[in-house]
């Protein structure tokens, strides 16, 4: 068990918070404006709970990808100026990392206070997890809490580099919701214990599989990462996304399944269209066997209505469902019904249900059905090391209690 902000003494002194505030952003008429602001609003507990404690809290994030620089266009002010708006108190901007600057603004501070401070990844040491460059961020607070899931798969200076400099690492109220559901959760799930995977690629996935295959009791595969089982079982996959280089690995797992015991299934049909754009021409092929699977010159770009049906059978059965990857294409209405059909299944089936991250739970949201899940992930790249079993540097990094 990992030491939580919640069993550390904060009152009066300088907290130093790594939050995740990667916020999807766009640019109009030269101002920066927020078009997603999740992952600032998932901060709030943690920083609130330290503001009632009476700490002097100190944010560190990044922004996109600046590769060293300071770049406006990732600059964290407008960051700070909406998270003001949400706290409801004044949040001081630091227009640098570290030096002087902070130190002024931090030195002025009262308890209940807030500083963000820029952009760490405009210096190429954040990334490096320079030794110098976390021990001069660690010098602007006197405790470190790690609040950002979403990095933790990332050795940074900020989050992994900067632990070493104090005598403990505490998880913040977001990182303890994660790992209580992606670790926890999952070690002894209440049974039936249902994986629903989607995405496009098994590449990207395959050490996932591989791990949920000792765990789960059924996984129902969606996505373009099915149309590579198809050519496993030398099911016609048309123009459809596959990988013909991992049919082996693919074979292996159908094979890995079937001597575990575990149900393994696949779609039973698929919708179809002509192009993968708005406007295409679909049509649902018939169940899909070896003789016919989907068209030649079409591509499949969701499941079909027979595979709808025996999902959503399969999701009334389950305490415990685990969905990471949409079942089809799903940004495009026309082939949104099967990720939509899935989620309000999910939603309804009064199951315990863990979203992973990324694309998924941007399609639950999209679907309105956020609030009818147990736990949406913040996490992409994250919650995908941890579902393959691995140790993240980020979490490792954490004091034990």
Known sequence: MKL??????????RVLVRVDFNVPTEEKDGRISITDDTRIRDSLPTIELLRKRGAKVILMAHLGRPEGKAVVRYSLRPIARHLQTLIKHPVAFSAEAIGAVPREIIAKMQPGDVCLLENVRF???????NDGFAQQLAKLGDVYVDDAFGTAHRAHASNVGISQFFPQAAMGLLMERELKYLVDELAKPERPFLVVLGGSKISSKITVIK??????????IGGAMAY????????NVGNSLAEPDKVTLAREILDLAKARGVKFLLPLDTLEADSNKPGATTRNTPPLCHEKGITDGWEGVDIGALTIKCFEKEIALAKTILWNGPVGVFEVPEFSHGTRAIAGAIANSGAKSIVGGGDTVTAVRQFGLADKMTFLSTGGGATLELLKGRELPGVAALSDT
């Open 4 to 13: 939580s902000v919640r069993d550390i003494d904060v009152s009066g002194k």
């Open 211 to 220: 791990s949920l295959i000792g765990k789960a009791d059924a996984i129902l």
């Open 123 to 129: 210096h190429r040491e954040e990334e490096e997890n």
């Open 228 to 235: 590579t089982f198809f050519l496993a079982e030398g099911i």
